[in-house]
């Protein structure tokens, strides 16, 4: 293309074009596009930059780029500003020498390219960034690259592929020019081997340049010309071609009598209304659709109107002309080798999105089942209904926000956080357990109402003390981005961290619970609490500590699920509903079974969504179905306790 | 409350002389009618601050018509019948001349019927699906030709999308924008199959699945680019997940309607740069008009708060209603509705904003890209748009036209020359 | 019979004479009357708050009579709203289509009628066409079936369902829960046909009664909850006294010892989960065309676990209690919400109810359910023992 030919000129001009103010004034020539530039209108400028072969034009685009070009109201001259501690600096665009510093915003207009824009003058820079020393100027020219691909390009890229000294850049350079060559590849044999390449491709990025290449249009014709690549022949009323868009668009393309829909008529009917009758139809008659067709046809018979298109007429139009869907690309190997490739990748993209599905599914299983494990402690372990669960996760966010706004350091911050939201929650479950449940073991009911009235009261304060607008938890550096196994499957890494937290908390509990002379004394307790006493243990003191952990480890859980999605007053009532349901259907009494609960109901909530993926609500609305069922038929749960620790 | 009218009347008639100052009856009152609990208290309780702030300044300068302005403060607390409830409080019970408030659109389908039955005059001053027209409510909202149109076509010329995910909570607003959205983009010649449309609860958290299937539509080979109408506190772990998955506004820009400043101090801003909003008004808007309003904001309420548009239209509405009042010469609803058409009044972002006899303003839309900071950098801006209360892009609703002013009618059917009904679809 | 059922239950009559005496001075009281000491948005608050007392007897029955802790059943509440505003909507849209249709130079035929009246209601929406649901909207014998007979057989398969697999105690409650929780879900799709999260809006004007202006149906309405309210109310004193009532009361006492009598005791808990499903329900028929609008969020589990919370802080196992208590805390809410409670300066902080009224709510059932675990109508008893 022009850039590339003008760019080589241009390099080998490079000595004697410096000269000042040159580029200043080829910018004044171009000042309206530059100022408001368009993705539309901008091309031919960047190609006169370009070609100008100016050395101070690189900088100049990447500046323009940043949005750090200026337009200095008291001259009207473009400058490159960089904004520091003295406000607003301006540097010469051909020197970089500083002009003025310190001014106003008034003085000097910021020139904003929008995205496209940028993307324009990303793709002319590619070829100067493509070699330059920098390894974040050449992955940016390989990002720009790769968004727009650019057939010039293709040269510059393969020069550069050899000197690259970064592996990973390496390949990527290989990846893009096999690419270019698959789509824009001189013979078709260069092209045909490109695109056997990409049968294994998985990216994003690989699958868009064989959907490319296979692109297709609709065409009606009689008879098909020579040289048509079709891709298959369409029957009006069969797959994707409804019989009246069919019909529309012989009417639209080959001058066919339109059809008469019930609007027409009725509008037509109106027209024609000749005294109290239309057609010889009275008027007052006219209420029913068969009135109006007779008066209708009456109106065709006259000749006043176009005759009505029916079934038998749209079967010869369609017997008459051909519906077909024809490559854009023209040689048939070429397509046949695209074919042949995007159904092999086809079927590993299948495989591996219901691999992505399924590792989706486990983490928001993950997340339900860290919601849900303090419960399973406190409900499922003593049978307590705590309906301020929800409240204490909420306590966990927040605590995790507080002292993120005192320690700056997010990781650090995270180290104090956990442990310090365990510290709080613990303190709130056991004043809770020793205010107020305590008084109401014997009237499990009458917990549910007294926990409801202290999460209501909960909510509110967090309204009162920190406001309704939800608050920021930023999750440190190492946790953002996303683990990566293939071009399709991946995940977040803030997820694999909740993944790992419920699994530490699914093996700290079975640990405490049945390793420990605690978890020994917790399972006596809640079965038998006189027998328990009579034996040496203070069922008080039990009570107390178990509450306490469940109480704990809802606020942990709290600082993870801040970390991943929002804290606001209201995320714990988010949780509550969801979480009872969990324990419930695992089988109250044991962790194994919340696991369990949680993995179901993860894994169906995923399932459905996956069946139906334009509507989440309705996979919700099916999995509280299809928990009610599933409890009608197994109302102990998945892991059913038997015996005497089942309760009855 | 006849006889008080009356009696208003014959104490207004008698002291006509007086001068315009005796037309109302001190003080003015006016109701506020936002939640200041319950989820949309996020939202409301700035607006109702808002009002407060700006009744405030109303009365420094000397009140209206001779009086000072006394607001009424009332909560709905997010209740949608509550509203009803108490729109009907305040326009019997306190008499209020005119009501500031709501935000949803559900809460303004309750109040609707009660403020058309007892003709109260409501500003309603959030963007919303359109589609309605009341002789008793004046929009200083967006239609979605005022934000949704706009965008869209600043994602099609602009950027050069070509395949389109239209993501929203499930609910009227993203539902009827969408639904004008995709029959709009359809008409510019995009492929049904390039328009994925998904709908998620509000709240919800779970992202993961939703931000792959949008990261795979780019499979096809087309440039992907995501219309957003997501609500409140969802967008937060929208935000997050496509942080995570690493994608950038250059390769998948995702343009919202409903994130403005407020949502953003939610968020740590630092993984979006780039990514879009379109509304009427930001805070990042550079006139010495917004410079003011920020700082008397920052002074009302504290220096760590922003403005955000629906600010910007109650702003607008207050002070268009004031004057409309103050040529009407009383607070009287019909008085001050004849007076409203064709007010106008200076933008915060530049240009003037005026009344249209459809009930709408006509507003320039601005596109904001997200910063690091959680403002927007201002990179488009269009010369004011009339509000349209009835889409063009919807064939029900292409034919129907509101013209309050000329032919008293919110729902006339230009096709047939009739007025559809004059009270409001509720 | 009747002569000594009221005897044996002097408080049923002396509820019946209060019930009467309250409706007759808010009647003569009120705006639509011409005395206008009682507004009529407060009319309104007053005839919903009855329809709150009727839904909170039937919690009451299945509750503190028969001991299951239903959390759902604002779901059959809901349910009645929605079955009567169906009809609402129709009707009030096919006067306005047809009214406007009325003027069109040809007449319209009854597809076009239909099409105009979905484009009308559903419009706001963003669609245009009936779903399936809306099948007997435009006939309101069927939608007021509809209101007894969907929460009755909804109660009636999910109680049986629930009973037979002997689903008790505290699971019972979250599964009534998960009910109440799948249908706001399902209300809420714009898929269901109910039109979403905006629900059923202007259902105050009543088709038929558009020359009465809202002062007058308000009151219409306020009778027309007080009759249901002293019907119910006179219905389950009748249930509850009697053999069946001892019954009822076993089975909350000792579910097991009943059966081993020989009591079929899921026929007894089914009966009196579906009677009160269908009380609610019409509870429900009537409350909304008084509050104008229902949408999905009426029916969102928080309202239900409300209910319960008024039944407690009334007192259970007391009719009268639950009647009390939902008067008691619904009216004191909107006093609180709205503005009516004066803010508490404490020289460092000010205490503004409608930040600080739910912490006071939430604090309160702690308090009741710890030290009054018989509620307010518990008071009424100490009265009598003083009076003895």
């Known amino acids: 293309m022009l850039r590339i030919f003008s760019l080589v000129i241009a390099l080998a001009w490079l000595p004697f074009a410096v000269s000042a103010q040159e580029l200043q004034t080829l910018l004044q020539s171009h000042r309206d596009v530059i100022i408001k530039p368009s993705r539309k209108s901008v091309g031919p400028v960047l190609d006169t930059l370009v070609a100008s072969g100016l050395p101070t034009v690189p900088g100049f685009l990447e500046a323009w780029q940043d949005k750090s070009i200026y337009l200095r109201a008291e001259d009207d001259l473009f400058y490159v500003g960089t904004t520091g501690g003295a406000g607003l600096v301006l540097l010469d665009v051909e020197t970089g020498a500083e002009v003025v510093a310190g001014i106003g915003k008034k003085d000097a207009k910021q020139i904003k390219p929008n995205g496209g824009v940028r993307r324009e003058i990303g793709s002319a820079l590619v070829a100067f960034q493509l070699s330059d020393p920098d390894i974040a100027r050449r992955t940016q020219a390989l990002d720009a690259l790769a968004r727009a691909l650019d057939p010039a390009q293709l040269g510059p890229l393969v020069a550069s592929i050899d000197g690259e000294p970064d592996a990973a850049l390496k390949a990527r350079k290989q990846k893009l020019a096999n690419y270019l060559q698959a789509r824009f590849g001189e013979t078709p044999t260069i092209r045909v081997a490109a695109i056997q390449n990409l049968s294994s491709d998985l990216s994003v990025e690989g699958r868009a340049v064989l959907s490319q290449i296979l692109e297709t249009t609709t065409l009606v014709a009689q008879e098909l010309p020579d040289g048509t690549n079709v891709a298959s022949i369409l029957t009006p009323g069969e797959g994707g071609l409804a019989r009246d868009v069919a019909y529309q668009m012989l009417v639209d393309d080959h001058d066919l009598p339109a059809r008469v829909g019930p609007a027409d008529i009725r509008r037509a009917l109106e027209a024609n209304l000749d005294g109290g009758t239309v057609g010889g139809v009275p008027v007052a008659q006219l209420d029913s659709d068969d009135m109006r067709l007779r008066a209708y046809d009456a109106l065709v018979t006259e000749g006043a109107v176009p005759a009505r298109v029916d079934a038998e007429a749209m079967d010869a139009a369609f017997a008459d002309w051909g519906f077909y869907t024809v490559y854009v690309e023209s040689d048939p190997t070429i397509t046949e080798a695209a074919e042949t490739a995007q159904a092999s990748v086809k079927t590993r993209v299948g495989l591996s999105q219901t691999a992505d599905i399924g590792m989706d599914a486990i983490s928001l299983a993950s997340i339900y089942f860290l919601a849900a494990i303090g419960l399973a402690v406190t409900f499922g372990v003593m049978g307590v209904i705590n309906m301020a669960h929800g409240e204490f996760i909420m306590m966990g966010a927040y605590t995790g926000y507080v002292v993120q706004q005192i320690v700056p350091d997010y990781t650090l911050s995270l180290i104090v956080a956990l442990p310090l939201a365990f510290a709080v929650t613990f303190g709130a479950g056991v004043a809770m357990e020793r205010l107020v449940i305590r008084w109401l073991y014997h009237r499990p009911l009458e917990t549910l109402l007294a926990t409801f009235g202290i999460s209501i009261a909960l909510q509110q304060l967090a309204k009162n003390i920190f406001g309704t607008q939800a608050r920021p938890l930023t999750s440190p550096g190492w946790l953002d981005g996303a683990w990566v196994i293939n071009d399709v499957i991946q995940i977040s890494y803030i997820r694999i961290a909740i993944f790992v937290l419920a699994l530490a908390f699914l093996c700290l509990l079975l640990f405490i619970l049945k390793r420990t002379r605690l978890g020994l004394e917790v399972r006596a307790v809640t079965q038998n609490p006189r027998m328990a006493a009579s034996m040496g243990i203070n069922p008080e003191k039990i009570k107390i500590l178990t509450f306490g952990l469940g109480s704990g480890i809802a606020g942990i859980a709290g600082v993870a699920i801040g970390l991943y999605a929002k804290v606001t007053s209201e995320m714990g009532a988010d949780y509550i509903v969801q979480s009872f349901m969990t324990v419930v259907v695992g089988g109250v009494g044991n962790v194994w079974g919340t696991l369990a609960g949680a993995t179901m109901i993860g894994g169906f909530q995923k399932g459905v969504e996956w069946l139906n993926p334009s509507n989440t609500l309705a996979a919700q609305t099916y999995m509280i179905l299809f928990i009610i069922l599933f409890i009608q038929f197994r109302p102990k749960g998945i892991v059913a306790l038997k015996g005497r620790a089942a309760g009855d | 409350m006849t006889r008080l009218t009356k009696l208003m009347a014959t104490t207004a008639a008698s002291m006509l002389v007086a001068g315009a100052a005796a037309a109302a009856d001190c003080p003015v009152k006016v109701g506020v009618l936002h939640s200041l609990s319950g989820t949309m208290a996020i939202s409301e309780t700035t607006l109702k601050d808002t009002m407060l702030m700006l009744i405030d300044q109303q009365n420094k300068a000397g009140g209206i018509l001779g009086c000072q302005i006394e607001p009424v403060v009332v909560d709905p607390a997010s209740d949608w019948p509550l509203f009803a409830e108490k729109a009907r409080e305040l326009l019997t019970v306190h008499e209020v001349d005119v009501i500031f408030g709501n935000w949803t659109s559900v809460s303004r389908k309750s109040v609707l019927p009660v403020i058309e039955e007892l003709n109260g005059l409501l500003f309603y001053p959030v963007q919303y699906e359109g589609e309605e027209s009341s002789k008793n409510v004046f929009y200083t909202g967006a239609a979605p030709n005022q934000q949704a149109i706009p965008a869209v076509d600043y994602f099609l010329e602009e950027l050069g999308i070509e395949r389109f995910a239209l993501l929203g909570t499930d609910y009227v607003y993203p539902r009827t924008t969408n639904n004008i959205l995709e029959q709009y983009l359809q008409d510019k010649g995009i492929a049904s199959e390039d328009i994925f449309v998904n709908y998620t609860p509000f709240g919800h958290s779970d992202w993961a699945t939703i931000v792959s299937d949008v990261v795979a539509l780019g499979e096809g080979g087309k440039q992907v680019g995501v219309i957003s109408t997501i609500n409140g506190d969802a967008n937060i772990g929208f935000y997050k997940e496509l942080a995570a998955a690493g994608v950038s506004a250059d390769d998948l820009p995702v343009v919202a309607f409903s994130v403005g400043e407020e949502e953003l101090s939610g968020l740590d801003t630092a993984n979006l740069v780039g990514h879009l909003a379109a509304w009427n008004y930001f805070q990042s808007a550079e006139t010495d008009a917004n410079a003011e309003f920020i700082d008397a904001w920052k002074e009302f309420a504290g220096a760590e708060r922003v403005t955000n548009d629906p600010m910007e239209a109650h702003y607008i509405g207050f002070n268009m209603w004031v004057n409309a009042a103050t040529a009407a010469g009383s607070t009287d609803v019909d008085a001050v509705r004849t007076a409203m058409y064709g007010q106008e009044f200076p933008n915060l972002t530049g240009g003037t904003a005026v009344m249209l006899p459809n009930h709408h303003l006509a507003k320039p839309v601005l596109i904001g890209e997200i910063q690091a900071d959680g403002q927007f950098d201002i990179i488009s801006q269009t010369t004011e748009v009339p509000g349209d209360a009835w889409t063009d892009f919807l064939p029900e609703s292409a034919v129907l036209k509101s013209d309050w002013k000329e032919l008293g009618c919110g729902m006339y059917n230009t096709e047939t020359k009739t007025c559809v009904q004059l009270t409001s679809n509720y | 019979m009747q002569r000594s059922f009221l005897a ?134 069927l939608q007021l079936l509809m209101v007894v007979l969907v929460p009755g057989v909804l109660a009636l398969v999910f109680g049986w369902l629930a009973f037979r697999s002997r689903v008790t105690g505290v699971y019972l409650s979250i599964l009534t829960q998960a009910m109440t929780l799948a249908l706001s879900l399902y209300l809420l799709q714009n898929d269901s046909g109910l039109r979403g999260n905006n629900g059923l809006s202007g259902l105050q004007n009543i088709p038929g009664f558009d020359h009465l202006p809202q002062s007058t149906v308000s009151i219409v309405f306020f009778w027309a909850s007080a009759v249901a309210l002293g019907a119910g109310y006179l219905l389950f004193a009748r249930v509850l006294s009697g053999k069946m009532g001892s019954v009822i009361r076993a089975v909350r006492d000792d579910e097991v010892r009943v059966r081993f009598l020989g009591y079929h005791v899921e026929s007894y808990k089914l009966f009196v989960f579906t009677l009160t499903a269908i009380v609610a329900g019409i509870a429900g028929a009537l409350y909304y065309p008084q509050a104008g609008i229902i949408n999905p969020t009426e029916v969102a589990p928080i309202a239900s676990i409300y209910l319960a ?14 009647v009390i208590g939902a008067a008691f805390v619904s009216l004191l809410a909107s006093w609180f919400t709205g503005g009516g409670a004066p803010n508490i300066n404490l020289g460092f902080y000010t205490i503004q109810w409608t930040e600080w009224w739910l912490v006071l709510l939430g604090a309160s059932f702690v308090a009741v359910t710890l030290f009054f675990p018989g509620g307010i109508g518990s008071l009424f008893d100490r009265l009598k023992g003083e009076a003895k």
């Open chain 3, 8 to 141: 044996q239950n002097p408080s049923v009559m002396w509820f019946l004479a209060a019930l009467g005496l309250f409706t007759v001075v808010v009647t003569l009281l009120a705006e639509g009357t011409g005395s206008s000491v009682i507004s009529t948005s407060f009319v309104k608050t007053l005839g919903k708050v009855l329809c709150l007392c009727l839904i909170a007897i039937a919690m009451d029955v299945v509750w503190g009579y028969c001991g299951i802790l239903s959390l759902g059943h604002f779901a059959f509440f809901g349910i009645g709203g929605y079955s009567v505003g169906m009809w609402l909507m129709y009707a009030r849209t096919e006067a306005i289509v047809e009214t406007s249709m009325a003027s069109s130079v040809i007449p319209p035929t009854p597809g076009e009628v239909q099409d105009a009246i979905a484009a009308q209601i559903f419009g706001v929406v963003g669609a245009s066409e009936f779903p399936a649901i809306w099948m007997f909207s435009h006939s309101l014998v």
């Open chain 3, 309 to 322: 919370v008024w039944v407690a802080i009334g007192g259970r196992g007391r009719l009268y209690g639950s």
